[in-house]
C-alpha cells in the first residue's frame, strides 16, 4: 500500500525556469509533509517542510504548497539552477505518532543548462 | 557537527551469507532510525530505536534481520541469511526527537546480494 506518490519518475526542466514536483498521499492522519533531496552517493538531505495548519511555506527559491481536501502537495522551485538536479523524495509523517517518515518514490530532476 | 557515520559504504555478498551494518548518530541525538531503500523505491523504515529501545520495527523482516542500540548510541544492523532481494541502499538516520525535521541521514550502505 503506497500511502505516498510521486507519479512522475522523472523531470527536465530549462535552468532558469520553474521546476514543479508533485506529490500525493492517501493516509488522512498525515499531518506534517517534508521534501528531501537527494545526490548520488550521498544520504537524502533535508529541504523544506510543511504543517497540515498551513497551505503554502517558502524559503528562498523553494516554496512548498499544500491542498489538504486533495491530499496533493507540490514544491516549486524558482529560478531552476544545474546544482538542483537530484532525486526529490516527498515524505509525510503523523507527528502524533512515533515521528517515522513514509517516503514517495522519489523524482529525478534534471535542470539542462 | 559532525554527521551520521555510516560503514561500510559498499558491501558485496552471495546469497545465503551474513552481513551486518553500523551506524554512529549525531552526538546527543536520541533517536534513531535504519530504513532501506530499493532502487527506484523511496527509503522505507526497517526499524526505529528512542536511546537503546525499539519504538517501531513492524516492517522489519524479523525472520533474517536484526538490530540494536547498545547504550542508545551507535547502532548495528544486520542479515542473516541475505536473499537477493535485499539488494538495497541501507539508510541510517538520527533526530533530537523533538520533531521530524530534525531528521538527519548518513550516507548509506550500498548492499549487493549476488
Known amino acids: 500500500d503506497q500511502q505516498v506518490k510521486q507519479n512522475s519518475p522523472s523531470l527536465s526542466v530549462q535552468e532558469g525556469r520553474i521546476s514543479i514536483l508533485n506529490c500525493d498521499y492517501t493516509n488522512s492522519m498525515f499531518d506534517y509533509f517534508l521534501w528531501y533531496k537527494k545526490y548520488p552517493a550521498e544520504g537524502p538531505t533535508f529541504l523544506i517542510s510543511?504543517?497540515?495548519?498551513?497551505d503554502k511555506n517558502e524559503d528562498g527559491r523553494f516554496t512548498v504548497f499544500l491542498n489538504k481536501s486533495a491530499k496533493h502537495l507540490s514544491l516549486h522551485i524558482v529560478p531552476s539552477q544545474p546544482g538542483d538536479s537530484a532525486v526529490y523524495f516527498c515524505?509525510?509523517?503523523?507527528?502524533?505518532?512515533?515521528?517515522?517518515?513514509?517516503f514517495g518514490q522519489g523524482t529525478r530532476l534534471t535542470i539542462n543548462p | 557537527e559532525a554527521g551520521v557515520a555510516q560503514s561500510p559504504r559498499y558491501k558485496i555478498i552471495e546469497k545465503r551469507q551474513s552481513v551486518a551494518f553500523w551506524c554512529n548518530p549525531i552526538s546527543g541525538h536520541a533517536t534513531l532510525y535504519w530504513y532501506q531503500q530499493i532502487l527506484g523505491q523511496g527509503p522505507k523504515l526497517l526499524i526505529q530505536f528512542q536511546n537503546n529501545g525499539v519504538v517501531d520495527d513492524s516492517q522489519l523482516p524479523k525472520d533474517r534481520f536484526s538490530a540494536e542500540r547498545l547504550k542508545g548510541v551507535d547502532s548495528t544492523l544486520k542479515i542473516q541469511p541475505a536473499k537477493l532481494e535485499d539488494s538495497a541502499v541501507y539508510l541510517c538516520?538520527?533526530?533530537?526527537?523533538?520533531?521530524?525535521?530534525?531528521?538527519?541521514f548518513g550516507s548509506g550502505t550500498r548492499l549487493t546480494v549476488v
Open positions: 515524505a509525510a509523517s503523523d507527528v502524533q505518532g512515533a515521528q517515522k517518515l513514509v
Open positions: 510543511i504543517s497540515s495548519i498551513k
Open positions: 538516520a538520527s533526530s533530537l526527537g523533538s520533531g521530524v525535521g530534525g531528521y538527519t
